[in-house]
């Protein structure tokens, strides 16, 4: 799970084969403690789920690599949909507010929670953010979870469904190294479009690497930054809270 993240669940496991001579032993306490967890934030998770759904409020948890431009494309977002839809965020950082700091003043309550040592956020945490973002009139929450592409993934916050995203500066095949995001995003927002031709990027190998992954992807292709693709983005979200 997040053993090779080195976050909280990680440092509990490296703890418990630390102490123990007796490996087989070791090994149980770790899978049990890594069940316990995942099985605490899927409860939790649904709880989410069901507050957010009596609230008619759609959930998207943008899972992404870092740099892949999460944040510049929600700040795009919130500004084409400032009083047309009301948006929520709570984004997640290991640390600093910069994030929070560059989507305020767009229309949308904005939640920044620090993470410290984990390298994704949980159930446990959006609980306690959402009364703080979200208000009666609230139809788009984005997540905007720590910048992973594991992690998060095994994490249920109480979305109703993940994005991934990928930046062409990343190369073609992260959607093959990276499976199971891939495979269980309901859109693959492919990112930084305006960079391809400079960079050499193969849009049609990456869209291959994708079908291996998830036949039939929701895939949209876009660059935040010159505005290409962005029609595409938006109407996909307005027609999710219709």
């Not at 929070?100 to 446990?124: V, Y």
């Amino acid at each position: 799970m997040c053993e090779s993240c080195g976050c909280g669940t990680a440092n509990e496991h490296h703890h418990h084969h630390e102490h123990s001579h007796d490996h087989k032993h070791s090994h149980t306490k770790t899978v049990t403690l890594e069940q316990k967890v995942l099985a605490q934030n899927d409860a939790l998770a649904e709880q989410n789920r069901a507050w957010l759904a009596e609230k008619g409020v759609v959930a998207i948890n943008l899972i992404s690599a870092p740099g892949s431009g999460k944040t510049y494309l929600l700040e795009k977002t919130l500004e084409a949909l400032d009083g047309k839809i009301k948006c929520a965020v709570i984004t997640g950082d290991q640390q600093t507010d910069r994030d929070a700091q560059r989507l305020k003043g767009k229309g949308a309550k904005i939640h920044q929670i620090e993470t410290i040592s984990a390298c994704h956020l949980d159930a446990h945490q959006i609980w306690h953010a959402l009364a703080e973002v979200i208000d009666d009139e609230t139809r788009l929450l984005f997540i905007e979870n720590v910048g992973n592409m594991v992690c998060p993934t095994a994490f249920d916050l109480g979305e109703s469904f993940k994005v991934a995203l990928l930046s062409t500066p990343e190369g073609e095949d992260k959607p093959i190294k990276y499976p199971v995001l891939f495979a269980t995003a309901k859109a693959i927002v492919l990112t930084k479009m305006d960079l391809a031709e400079p960079l050499g990027w193969n849009l049609s190998a990456c869209r291959k690497y994708i079908q291996q992954v998830q036949p039939g992807a929701n895939v949209i292709e876009l660059s935040a930054k010159s505005g290409d693709g962005m029609d595409a983005w938006l109407n996909y979200l307005t027609q999710l809270v219709q």
